[in-house]
């Protein structure tokens, strides 16, 4: 009698589960476009860019969408076979831009860039760690700069730490533009303008000096864009980026952000503050590529300036 060597006792062998991606070792160095379109044979340029925006190739278990990324010997690219499986979809966070190095975001007010002793899991940093999780349980997210928690817009975390400590190190040299678009009180003196300062961060709020007096030195470049019905509205640029740096410069003007009671705005038009860092731009950690972000500037700014 022939013996059933299948080690499962004479039944049927357990089919596998189906393998979720498809992988391909690299060999030899190469842009992802090129190497995808060589080893998935036939495949366009435009079905390897949709599969980017789809977020569902991965270099080395981190999400990659950009098309030039350079991949090097020992790498592995998968392509995921679970469609939606990497989708990120969140009411106060939007995901602009992931590589395997980085991730851009639209952050929305309300909500805390980094986690804090009393507040943890309601912050941007909780929800894209989570998410980053999906792909490999030892993935994470590091920190490299924050917008208050009233303010939304464009920030962007580091996926290693290495690369968080070269964009911190670096980041005066990185970052080549960073504005803000916010609606002040009253009708702005100047169309244009700079304020210097030293803030020292006194907890509650910041102080600012006009002299030296121990604190950071801070410095707001700052242009009118319109004014109208007692209201000013404003695209400010950061050289520097303190705590409350806008919020503090602003009121050190007599112009305080609208909805800021902290720092001396009396009425909430908008029902939040009205603060957007709406562009962000820099020079790719290991690339060295331009990356520049940019979103519109909110809605319900525009329609407070609309002249009635």
């Keep these: ?69 350079p991949l090097k010997p020992g790498m592995k690219v998968q392509v995921s076979r679970e469609k939606n499986k990497h989708e990120f979809r969140h009411p106060m966070l939007k995901i602009l831009y992931e590589d395997a190095y980085l991730i851009v975001v639209e952050k929305k007010e309300g909500l805390l860039s980094v986690a804090t002793d009393h507040q943890k899991e309601r912050t941007a940093q909780h929800i894209l760690n989570e998410y980053v999780k999906r792909t490999h349980r030892n993935n994470r997210i590091f920190v490299v700069h924050r917008l208050d928690r009233e303010t939304s817009g464009i920030m962007m975390y580091a996926k290693d730490e290495k690369t968080q400590h070269t964009l911190r ?52 470049h700052y242009r009118t864009i319109k004014r109208a019905n007692g209201y000013s509205l404003m695209e400010l640029q950061l050289e520097t980026g303190r705590k ?31 603060l957007h860092a709406f562009k962000l731009c820099f020079y790719h950690p290991l690339t060295g590529e331009r990356m520049e972000f940019e979103t519109p500037y909110p809605a319900p700014f525009k329609n407070l300036m609309l002249r009635k």
């Design 1 to 69: 009698m022939a013996r059933n060597n299948s080690g499962n006792n004479g039944r049927r062998p357990i089919p596998r589960a189906a393998a979720k991606y498809t992988i391909y070792p690299v060999n030899e160095p190469a842009e992802l476009m090129e190497f995808l379109m060589k080893k998935m044979d036939g495949i366009s340029r435009t079905r390897v860019k949709a599969l980017l925006a789809n977020r569902v190739v991965l270099v080395d278990n981190n999400i990659q969408t950009q098309y030039n990324f």
């Design 169 to 220: 190190d670096n980041w005066h040299d990185i970052v080549y533009d960073r504005r803000y678009v916010s609606i002040v009180m009253g009708d702005m003196e100047k169309d244009q303008g700079t304020v210097r300062s030293w803030l020292t961060d006194r907890k509650l709020y910041v102080s600012s000096s006009p002299v030296d007096d121990g604190g950071k030195l801070s410095i707001t």
């Design 244 to 274: 409350n740096q806008i919020r503090v410069h602003m009121q050190s003007l007599g112009h305080p952000v609208v909805g800021d009671a902290r720092y001396g705005c009396e009425t909430d038009p908008l029902g939040r503050l009205a």
